[in-house]
C-alpha cells in the first residue's frame, strides 16, 4: 500500500523537536506502507545526510530550497515572503513551504508514482496544493495548533509597541486561513487533547480527529549509569528559535545569580544546535557553557543534575522533556511550558512558576541527590508507559493501516 508523505524540512538530521517527530513517523510508517517521501532541504550539506532516510522511503524527492540557493535568493525570499506576509495576515512559513519546486515535485509525483492509498503531510500550510488533492485519504500532522502558538508569541514579541503591532498583522488571519485548509483534509492529527479541544471547537464536533503525542525512543534514552557533573543546569532546545532564547535568558537573568551564590561551583549549559549571537554571548561569563549542535545530547542530558524548562509561553509540546526524563534526568519547570502534556508535579517533574519558586526547586535538586534519583526513576517509568515510541507512532500507524485496509473504510 503506497503512501505519500510531505515534509517542510528533512527530517535528518534529527536536531530539532519537529524533525524528529516526522523521523519517527517515517520509521514507524514504513513498517505498513511503501512510503514516497517529498521534503524541502534546507542546504547541500543536508542533502549528503539523507541516505538515513532511504531504508524508509521506497522513493525520496529531496527539493532544494530556493530561498538557501545563495544570499541574494535568501534577501529575495525574504522580501517577498514579509510582504506577502503582511498583505495577507498569514504566517511567513506558508510562503516559505509553497514553493514552486515543492509544488511542482509534488504534482510529478501524484502523477507518475501513484496511486497513492493516503497522503499525509506536515504541518497546515506544507502544501495548498495537496489539500485540495481529491480521490486520497489526507492526513495532516498538525504539531500545534499554529495560530494560538504565533498570538502566543505574538504578546512576547518584546517592550516595542511597533513589533507587537507588526506580528498582529502578520497573523491577523492565521486562524481562519488554518482552519479552512484543515478542513479538507479527511484525518487530522493533534499533539495533546488540548489542541483536538480546540481543533473540535473550529472545525465541528465530527471532525475525525486523533491524538498522537510526540514520542520518545526510550531505549536508545535509556540510562547508561554515566556520572553526575555537579550542580550542572541544563537548558535544552533548538537555540536559534525565540521562545527558547527568552527562556534561556530568563533563567539567566532572573534565577541563576541566586542559585549562584548558593551553589558557587554550579554550571549552566545551554545546550542545542545554532546558538544566537544573544546566548553565544553568555559563554563569556564562566559559569556558562553553549554547546552548539552535537551529534548525540544523552551524554550532555544524562551528566546533568537537572533540566530546566522556565517557559513563560506555553505553545507546543516539550519533547525534551520527555527525553530527560527518560534519561532519569529530574526536570525542574514551569507549569505554563507543559500545561497540555499532561505530566504531574513530583512525577519526574517539578512544577513551580515564579521566580523564585522555580529558584527553589533547583536548588532542592542539586541539594539532595536522593531525591533527585528518585525523581529521575518516576519520570522514566512515566514515559515508558505514556510516550513510547510503541505507545505514540507505533500505535497510530498500526491503526492506520487497518483502516485503510479495511473494505469498509
Known amino acids: 500500500m503506497n503512501l505519500l508523505m510531505a515534509t517542510h524540512v528533512l527530517p535528518y538530521p534529527v536536531d530539532m523537536a519537529c524533525k524528529g517527530r516526522m523521523y519517527q513517523m517515517l520509521r514507524h510508517l514504513s513498517s505498513y506502507f511503501e512510503v514516497t517521501l ?15 532516510l532511504r531504508p524508509y522511503a521506497r522513493r525520496f524527492h529531496p527539493v532544494s530550497a530556493p530561498n538557501k540557493a545563495s544570499p541574494l535568493h535568501k534577501a529575495y525570499y525574504r522580501v517577498k515572503t514579509q510582504v506577502n506576509s503582511y498583505a495577507r495576515g498569514i504566517p511567513a512559513d506558508y510562503f516559505y513551504a ?18 497513492f492509498a493516503a497522503l499525509l503531510v506536515e504541518y497546515w500550510y506544507t502544501s495548498e496544493m495537496l489539500s485540495r488533492t481529491g480521490g486520497i485519504f489526507k492526513i495532516v500532522d498538525t504539531h500545534d495548533v499554529d495560530f494560538m502558538k504565533n498570538q502566543e508569541m505574538s504578546a512576547h514579541a518584546g517592550a516595542s509597541p511597533l513589533k507587537r503591532v507588526a506580528a498582529r498583522l502578520k497573523h491577523r488571519n492565521n486562524a481562519s486561513a488554518e482552519m479552512s485548509v484543515l478542513d479538507r483534509y479527511d484525518l487530522v492529527i493533534a499533539l495533546t487533547e488540548a489542541d483536538r479541544e480546540v481543533f473540535a471547537r473550529h472545525l465541528g464536533p465530527h471532525k475525525d480527529i ?70 553565544r554571548d553568555l559563554a563569556s561569563d564562566p559559569r556558562v557553557m553553549v554547546s552548539g549542535f552535537v551529534t548525540d545530547v544523552r551524554p550532555y542530558l544524562e551528566e546533568s543534575s537537572v533540566l530546566i524548562c522556565p517557559f513563560q509561553m506555553g505553545y507546543g509540546f516539550r519533547g525534551r522533556v520527555l527525553e530527560a526524563m527518560s534519561l532519569e534526568v ?32 533547583v536548588a532542592h535538586v542539586l541539594a539532595d541527590p536522593a531525591f533527585a534519583a528518585e525523581l529521575g526513576k518516576k519520570g522514566r517509568e512515566v514515559v515508558k508507559k505514556r510516550f513510547s515510541l510503541e505507545a505514540t507512532y507505533g500505535a497510530f500507524c498500526k491503526d492506520l493501516y487497518q483502516r485503510l485496509s479495511s473494505p469498509h473504510r
Open 98 to 115: 509553497n514553493v514552486p519546486p515543492m509544488e511542482k515535485t509534488l504534482q510529478r509525483v501524484l502523477a507518475a508514482e501513484g496511486p
Open 210 to 279: 486523533r491524538v498522537v503525542p510526540t514520542g520518545v525512543d526510550t531505549e536508545y534514552f535509556s540510562p547508561s549509569g554515566r556520572g553526575k557533573v555537579r550542580h550542572r543546569i541544563t537548558f535544552y532546545g533548538a537555540m536559534q528559535v525565540r521562545g527558547n532564547i527568552q527562556a534561556a535568558l530568563y533563567f539567566y537573568r532572573e534565577i541563576l545569580p541566586g542559585l549562584a551564590r548558593r551553589f558557587p561551583e554550579s554550571t549552566y549549559l545551554i545546550l542545542g544546535g545554532n546558538p544566537a549571537r544573544e546566548i
Open 330 to 361: 529530574p526536570v525542574v519547570s514551569t507549569s505554563t511550558a507543559v500545561r497540555a502534556m499532561g505530566l504531574a508535579d513530583g512525577q519526574g517533574i517539578l512544577l513551580k512558576d515564579s521566580a523564585q519558586d522555580f529558584g527553589e526547586a
Open 38 to 52: 517529498v521534503s524541502l532541504a534546507q542546504s547541500k550539506d543536508t542533502l549528503e545526510t539523507a541516505s538515513a
